[in-house]
């Protein structure tokens, strides 16, 4: 930065509106609790984002049965799975009615939820053969 002195980027990205409310208000407060003379912006940026699906998984842990909902970003013409996250809520609800961690919960929603797309994708790609006579 200036004078080789040490600094904080910081990015914020907003949907802006027609009249420019929005961002009013985000430079407002950038300037009121910073002690910059001056932000930079830059408009237009385009954003990509995967395509996303909720898949509901159930899962059973210390005698509780519950489902939880696993947001899958998909990419390609085949739909491939890249991420997956777990909703924290449904993890949460779960753990502290069975006593597991988390973490735990989490990381089995989302290995179910990726075999539950793998077999979906699967059972498209076999295409029964079909005769004609």
Known sequence: M????????LNCLFKCDENGVMERKLLYIIFKHSTTFG??????IDRVALRRKFVPVEISEGGVEQVV???????????DV????????????LANECGTSISEISTL????AREIMQRKKD?????????QG
């Open 82 to 93: 890249v991420t997956a996250s777990a909703e924290f809520e449904d993890c949460k609800a």
């Open 69 to 79: 909902n696993v947001k899958v970003g998909m990419m390609g013409k085949d739909n």
């Open 39 to 44: 932000v930079r912006i830059h408009r237009g």
């Open 2 to 9: 200036k004078k080789g002195r040490l600094a904080h980027c």
């Open 109 to 112: 929603a989302v290995t179910k």
């Open 123 to 131: 059972d498209v790609n076999e295409v029964p053969l079909t005769t």
